[in-house]
Protein backbone atom coordinates (compact mmCIF):
# COMPACT_ATOMS: atom_id res chain seq x y z
CA UNK A 1 0.00 0.00 0.00
CA UNK A 2 1.29 3.63 -0.61
CA UNK A 3 0.86 6.10 1.96
CA UNK A 4 0.18 9.56 1.58
CA UNK A 5 2.78 12.34 2.95
CA UNK A 6 0.69 15.59 3.12
CA UNK A 7 3.19 17.83 3.07
CA UNK A 8 0.89 21.38 3.71
CA UNK A 9 2.45 24.69 4.17
CA UNK A 10 2.09 28.12 4.56
CA UNK A 11 3.38 30.28 2.24
CA UNK A 12 3.35 34.12 1.83
CA UNK A 13 3.14 35.36 -1.54
CA UNK A 14 5.84 38.48 -2.51
CA UNK A 15 4.39 41.79 -3.81
CA UNK A 16 5.69 40.73 -6.79
CA UNK A 17 3.09 38.14 -6.61
CA UNK A 18 5.51 35.16 -6.45
CA UNK A 19 5.44 32.07 -3.98
CA UNK A 20 8.23 29.75 -2.70
CA UNK A 21 8.14 26.08 -3.08
CA UNK A 22 9.69 24.53 0.26
CA UNK A 23 12.75 22.26 -1.16
CA UNK A 24 11.16 18.89 0.78
CA UNK A 25 8.42 19.52 -1.59
CA UNK A 26 10.32 20.35 -4.87
CA UNK A 27 12.37 17.51 -4.10
CA UNK A 28 9.49 15.08 -3.16
CA UNK A 29 8.05 15.95 -6.99
CA UNK A 30 11.41 16.51 -9.03
CA UNK A 31 10.12 18.83 -11.01
CA UNK A 32 10.56 23.20 -11.39
CA UNK A 33 7.80 23.34 -13.30
CA UNK A 34 4.09 23.46 -12.06
CA UNK A 35 0.37 24.25 -13.24
CA UNK A 36 -1.93 26.09 -11.19
CA UNK A 37 -5.44 25.70 -11.66
CA UNK A 38 -7.88 28.29 -9.89
CA UNK A 39 -11.05 26.27 -8.70
CA UNK A 40 -12.72 29.98 -7.05
CA UNK A 41 -12.67 28.82 -3.79
CA UNK A 42 -9.21 27.27 -3.92
CA UNK A 43 -5.69 27.23 -6.08
CA UNK A 44 -4.59 24.25 -6.74
CA UNK A 45 -0.70 23.88 -6.85
CA UNK A 46 -0.08 20.44 -9.40
CA UNK A 47 3.30 19.34 -10.51
CA UNK A 48 3.88 19.56 -14.34
CA UNK A 49 6.58 18.18 -16.61
CA UNK A 50 9.54 20.78 -17.07
CA UNK A 51 9.57 19.68 -20.50
CA UNK A 52 5.97 18.47 -21.94
CA UNK A 53 6.99 17.58 -24.89
CA UNK A 54 9.81 15.20 -24.36
CA UNK A 55 7.31 13.61 -21.44
CA UNK A 56 4.19 13.58 -24.44
CA UNK A 57 7.24 11.58 -26.83
CA UNK A 58 7.65 8.78 -24.14
CA UNK A 59 4.51 8.33 -23.38
CA UNK A 60 2.61 8.00 -26.74
CA UNK A 61 6.11 6.74 -28.45
CA UNK A 62 4.35 3.44 -28.61
CA UNK A 63 0.84 4.44 -30.29
CA UNK A 64 2.28 7.27 -32.25
CA UNK A 65 5.75 6.12 -33.47
CA UNK A 66 7.28 8.30 -35.49
CA UNK A 67 6.86 11.43 -33.67
CA UNK A 68 8.47 14.76 -34.86
CA UNK A 69 9.20 16.87 -31.55
CA UNK A 70 10.78 19.42 -33.38
CA UNK A 71 7.57 20.48 -35.02
CA UNK A 72 5.67 19.76 -31.96
CA UNK A 73 7.63 22.60 -30.03
CA UNK A 74 7.39 24.69 -33.17
CA UNK A 75 3.96 24.41 -32.99
CA UNK A 76 3.75 25.05 -29.33
CA UNK A 77 6.34 28.10 -29.28
CA UNK A 78 4.06 29.59 -32.29
CA UNK A 79 1.17 28.97 -29.61
CA UNK A 80 2.54 30.66 -27.06
CA UNK A 81 2.92 33.61 -29.33
CA UNK A 82 -0.61 33.54 -30.63
CA UNK A 83 -1.89 33.26 -26.93
CA UNK A 84 0.68 36.08 -25.81
CA UNK A 85 -0.34 38.61 -28.42
CA UNK A 86 -3.95 37.46 -27.77
CA UNK A 87 -3.22 38.46 -24.09
CA UNK A 88 -1.91 41.72 -24.88
CA UNK A 89 -4.89 42.75 -26.61
CA UNK A 90 -7.26 42.04 -24.00
Known amino acids: ?3 FMSMKRRVRISKG ?4 IPAPIRHRW ?3 TVMLDDEGGRLIVE ?3 DDPIAAAEGALAGELGGLDSRRLRRAAREDERIAHRARRVV
Not at 17 to 20: E, V, W
Open 1 to 3: MIE
Open 17 to 20: GQIS
Open 30 to 32: GTS
Open 47 to 49: PAA
